[in-house]
């Protein structure tokens, strides 16, 4: 089908320079020493392509101001809503600030509370919600009432071009990588970076990874289409999406070369290696990248050229103290060694 049509190279550079005035060019920085060669050797190379210095924390401003970019003068004076755990929240906040356009945002219940007060503090009406189904039907009411215009979390193109400059500023800064791993919650952001990869480094491989108790896009490739989940377990609440959906699915489809998941302790134990030896405060979805690299990616990514994402890092203190302790005692048994 056309809509499943992944955007052109040009497209994605075209939205760089859209992009330019409202997001940062993150950096790409090479992992070398004694953390990494124990676990994957000392001929690998390893680079982290730090999203979590993005504007908002995470990736997700990409997608949310390329969408709001496209608004019409009339969508503009009706404002946006969104529906998040937290982290997509933010960037339509942000992203209304942007276009100079009002936000009204539904968050879960289980959001952690320093996003609330982050997407609060940039001008959003903050609803809650108890759970993502309530949520969603939420915010079709507001479309429906208040004739406010969705911006999806994860779904659509101008989400896959905004999160495809991600990859391009990836591929400039590092060329000739062997495998790029993207973490996965709706795929928004793998299909992006796996669309521009397969563009600029067709032999460079794309893993994906998802938290075990939440790992809806390896239901959906099990499947053949996008599938749902009705319970979800993970403390990567922000890569928890009960659903795929169509266009993200297929890109993700056509890009990924596997997909793997990783659990919370793993999750944890990456945390806690990320803080240590990097100085990276991560929310768990940013660690989720070398938790797989450390953990069922290492005989893959083994003597190759790799880089991982570091999606985000909006997490409150006592949650990410929290967090460490646990990646600790994750590491004290031995996991990801």
Known sequence: MSEHYPPTLE???????????????????????DTVASRLGADTELYLKLELFQRTGTFKVRGAVNNALAL?????????????????????????????????????????????????????????????????AMVEEIVEKEGRTFIHPFEGKRVTEGTGTCGLELHAAVADLDAVVVPIGGGGLCSGVGVVTGFLNPECKVYGVEPEGAAVMKKSLEAGSPQSLTELSTIADSLAPPFTADYCYAMCERSL?????????????????????????????????????FGPLADRLRGKRVALIVCGSNIDIDGFADLIRRGRNGLDRGLLA
């Open 11 to 33: 497209e994605f550079r075209l939205t760089a320079e859209r992009l330019e005035p409202y997001t940062r060019v993150t950096p790409a920085f090479h992992w070398e020493g």
């Open 72 to 136: 019409s003068a009339d969508q503009l004076a009706l404002g946006i809503t969104a529906m998040s755990s937290g982290n997509h929240a933010i960037a339509a906040a942000y992203a209304a600030r942007c276009v100079n356009t009002s936000a009204k945002v539904v968050m879960q219940a289980s959001a952690n509370p320093a996003r609330v007060e982050i997407a609060r503090a940039l001008g959003a009406e903050i609803l809650i919600a108890e759970n993502g189904p309530v949520g969603f």
């Open 257 to 293: 070369e596997d997909l793997v998941t990783v659990s919370d302790d793993e999750l944890a134990t990456a945390a806690a290696i990320l803080f240590e030896h990097m100085k990276l405060a991560v929310e768990p979805a940013g660690a989720t990248t070398t938790a797989a690299a």
